[in-house]
């Protein structure tokens, strides 16, 4: 499901966003339209797999750890290789200053209100904010009695959208925007792994559903009600049809291939219609780099640097817990 939807924000980018940015190059002949929804369903998927962390960990360190090993080397990779590319093509539309580079090297710039290197990243702020929740439940309330929580959750949203006014850091931080795509993800999850059932959930997911009706436009209320649907069919069993190794393959690489996609694939688009090639040519040739750079980031640095970044805390917890034991 999330190489699906990569997909789709990948079409949606050099179909539509590249003719946004660069009108007067040639372009597809066709507009893939509405790439939020995909961006959707990475949250709800999100709220799903949170818990595969959440049910390992013992101290709020493990989740930092757990989050930096699984997100930033990667991310670090491929926003300074997009930096590079944009610089030796001399791409001065898509760049961005010194201080908005730096501020992307702690993948906090959204909340300073900064620039990202490239325009994908948004939605790592997004993200982010959703693990400092999550901790903060974990911590504070737990997740045996998660619902109640949900709950004041949604609670607030409301009051946001009835305070236009509220601090934009709050909003963020609290995820009030998209947080009813991410409980959606929770419930799934809670009924997946037989703590709930679908008669215990039903009334939260209806007020998740209710929330994005009295906030929302009606495209996104009919995105809300085919995410809830698609984890239903999930949970139920009846998606093993895209159970097939290319698809799981690709899955993996998904989070590299979605970093390194979007401006280097603009670059491409650009100079093969510069060199005289046609818009489809610049298409296939922007997917094959961002498939190429994606698997390769994900090979020799996502991978390798998480695992070993994971090995050295065990090994840090391990020799802390020793003396003490001893």
């Known amino acids: 499901m999330r190489r699906i939807g990569a997909l789709c924000v990948l079409v949606f980018h050099y179909s539509t966003r590249f003719h946004e940015l660069f009108p007067q190059a040639a372009h597809v002949p066709f507009s893939f339209l509405g790439g939020n929804y995909r961006v959707l369903l990475f949250f709800t998927i999100s709220g799903f797999a949170i818990f595969f962390t959440l049910d390992r960990i013992g101290t709020v360190a493990d989740f930092v750890v757990n989050r930096f090993a699984r997100l930033y080397p990667a991310y670090l990779v491929a926003m300074m290789l997009t930096l590079a590319i944009e610089y030796l093509a001399r791409m001065s539309q898509l760049l961005i200053g010194p201080g908005a580079i730096l501020a992307n090297v702690t993948m906090l710039q959204g909340f300073a209100f900064l620039p990202e290197v490239d325009g994908a990243y948004w939605t790592l702020t997004v993200e982010i904010a959703f693990y400092f929740c999550m901790v903060a439940i974990w911590k504070w309330a737990g997740v045996r009695r998660l ?11 409301w009051l946001y959208a009835l305070w236009p006014g509220m601090p934009e850091r709050i909003v963020m931080l609290l995820v009030l925007r998209y947080v009813p795509f991410f409980i959606i993800g929770m419930l799934a999850y809670r009924i997946w792994s037989g703590q709930r059932n679908w008669r215990q959930q039903a ?37 093993r049809f895209l159970n097939v190794r290319p698809l799981i393959w690709m899955g993996g690489i998904s989070y590299s291939f979605y970093l390194i996609h979007q401006h280097v694939g603009f670059v491409v688009m650009l100079k ?31 991978r390798p640097a998480g695992e070993a970044i994971l090995l050295w805390w065990r090994r840090r917890q391990a020799r802390v817990i020793e003396p003490n034991l001893a």
Request: with cysteine; proline share 4%.
């Open 147 to 157: 619902e109640p929580v949900l709950l004041g959750w949604l609670a607030l949203r």
């Open 203 to 239: 009334p939260y997911a209806g007020l998740a559903l209710l929330s994005v009706a009295t906030v929302d436009s009606w495209d996104i209320v009919l995105a809300a009600m085919l995410l809830l649907a698609l984890f239903g069919a999930l949970i139920g069993g009846h998606l």
């Open 272 to 302: 093969m219609a510069e060199a005289g090639y046609s818009p489809w040519a610049g298409f296939a040739a922007a997917f094959a780099v961002a498939f190429c750079l994606g698997t390769l980031i994900n090979r020799a640095v996502e």
